[in-house]
């Protein structure tokens, strides 16, 4: 038997968010993200979400090419991701790469690329692993 995550606000899902887990001023939260498929990454998320607004030197800067062609450079940390509608059917946690920018959560297709995602009519967003 398959677990399966139903969100009844698509485009939007919730997930355990952990970023910078090696760090004493880590955090950890459960977020309502917005699956973006235009998002080629794992997680971005706004500033504030990061070392519970004490964010730690980032691991590093990574160029990110934003919707109208443009170039930024935005903090890279380590972060992990769990879905607890597949605890004991899928290995968890799941490595992912956070991104600080924007005002809100994103899941991106590298991330999404673990599993089967369906976009019903706009009326839910199903996962499945």
Do not use: C
Request: charged residues 20%; without cysteine.
């Amino acid at each position: 038997m398959t677990s399966t995550l139903i969100s009844n606000k698509p485009p939007y899902l919730r997930l355990d968010l952990m970023v910078n887990p090696k760090e004493p001023t880590y955090s950890e939260d459960q977020v309502e993200a917005l699956f973006d498929s235009g998002f080629s990454g794992d997680v971005s998320v706004p500033a504030e979400l990061v070392g519970n607004g004490k964010a730690p030197p980032p691991e590093g800067h990574v160029p990110i090419t934003i919707a109208d062609g443009s170039v930024v450079w935005v903090p890279s940390y380590e972060g992990h991701v769990t879905f607890k509608e597949f605890a004991g059917r899928i290995p968890q946690p799941i490595g992912v790469s956070v991104f600080v920018m924007g005002n809100e959560v994103l899941v991106g297709r590298n991330l999404m690329n673990h599993f089967k995602v369906t976009l019903d009519h706009g009326r839910t967003l199903t996962i499945e692993p």
